[in-house]
Structures are given as C-alpha cells and as structure tokens.
C-alpha cells in the first residue's frame, strides 16, 4: 500500500492561500495522487487528481514535481467553510494499490 | 441523482448480533469500497469490488462479508458484532479505477 505523509493539522486566515504538502516516497509508476476533503459527520468529498505536473479545477490546484514523491494541494483565497480535513492518497481504486487514507491534515480557517 | 445511498444512517447492535450494512449506486459505478473511520482517524478499505461478482479484500476484512450481485448494490454484512466494531461506515463507488469516489453520507454503527 502506498504510505503518505501530510501534515497533522494547519492554521490559515480568510482570504489567504493554504498550501498543503504530502509526501509519497514509494508511489508507483501507474499511482494517480489524489485528495479529498471532509467535514464532520459528513463522508469525504473528491476534490482534485493528478498523475503529474500541474492540475487546476474551480476548487484548487495540485502540484506534483517530475520525481512525483510529493504533492501539494493549493486552495486559493480559502473562507471559513474551508474547514476540515483534507486527505492525499496515492494509489488506484483496485488491487494491492487500493487507496487508503491516512489521518489526514486538519486544516482550521480563522475570520 | 441520489448517487451513493446508505442505510441505516444510524445502529444500535448488541455483541454477537449479525446485520447488513445496504450500499446502493444509482450511476452506473464499477468500483465500489466499503471504509470504516474511527473517531479522530482516517478511513481504512474493508472490501471492495470491481464489478458485479468480483469482490476483494482491503486492510480491514476481519469480521465482514461482501457480496456484488449486482452493479448498484455492495452490502456489507457484519457477521458476529464485536465493540471493536463500533466506527462510521462509508461506501464509495467510482466510474473508473483511477478516478476519485463520490462517498455516502455513512452509516453510524454503536456495538454494545
């Protein structure tokens, strides 16, 4: 299974943007990086997927360096709804590669 | 479009009882997972599948059945309910298999 590390939780004011980074160290060549996001009491939302380079949707960008060992999530201009978890996985939906997710970053949005 | 159905959204079970977890899909879904998430944890893969009559285990199968008769429906049975078993249950299906989840809202399992 693929291992991923992010940080356990972060800070952030409204209006700025949030970077959050995870490391994937032994992410495979058929892997896609991919993150969710999770309110309490509330099952996770896909927010954005990437196999390389740079991907950007109307709710963030994904960074992923050539050496694919890392990702970072960028949410512009975040608000206070932005408040919750967000997890990165690595893997696909089936075989040994099966996503699984880590405990994720709590990222917490003040006024 | 009600995407990933659960039900029940909340269960109370004594130790040693048995029931099914019901997960329904309404868009055409191949891949479907079953997770469980302990307070203050992220999820882990019970089972999930691949098609209809194609199930495999994930991470955390002990205890747990799973059955795809069809291609809407991945139910998930608990065989002798155990407090270990106490957790948040989420299904999640997927059109593709490296495509993100659309998850249910969960269903909020209590063993006593």
């Keep these: 299974l693929a291992k991923t590390t992010q940080p356990i939780s ?4 409204e209006g700025q943007e949030v970077n959050i980074t995870c490391s994937h160290n032994n992410i495979a060549t058929n ?5 969710y996001q999770q309110f309490p009491s509330q099952g996770p939302r896909f927010i954005i997927q990437g196999y ?29 709804s932005d408040t ?28 | 479009n009600a995407g990933v159905t659960q039900t029940p959204k909340f269960q109370v079970l004594k130790t040693g009882q048995s029931m099914t977890l019901q997960c329904a899909q309404d868009m055409n879904h191949e ?7 302990d307070p203050g944890m992220g999820l882990r893969l019970i089972h999930y599948s691949v098609g209809a009559g194609i199930t495999d285990q994930g991470e955390v199968p002990n205890g747990y059945n799973v059955s795809r008769s069809t291609t ?11 407090p270990s078993q106490t957790s948040v249950y989420f299904c999640a299906s997927s059109a593709l298999e490296n495509y993100g989840y659309t998850f249910g809202s969960g269903t909020r399992l209590t063993v006593v």
């Design chain 2, 31 to 37: 891949y479907m997972s079953w997770y469980r998430q």
């Design chain 1, 31 to 35: 892997d896609y990086i991919t993150w």
């Design chain 1, 52 to 80: 390389k380079t740079k991907v950007t949707n109307e709710v963030a960008s994904l960074f992923i360096p050539a050496d694919r060992k890392s990702s970072t999530l960028s949410l512009p201009r975040v608000s206070l």
């Design chain 2, 72 to 82: 809407e429906d991945f139910p998930l049975r608990l065989l002798s309910a155990a």
């Design chain 1, 10 to 13: 972060m800070d952030s004011y």
């Design chain 1, 84 to 111: 919750a978890v967000y997890y990165c996985l690595v893997g696909r939906n089936t075989g040994r590669r099966a996503l699984t997710f880590g405990s994720g970053t709590r990222l917490q949005v003040q006024p």
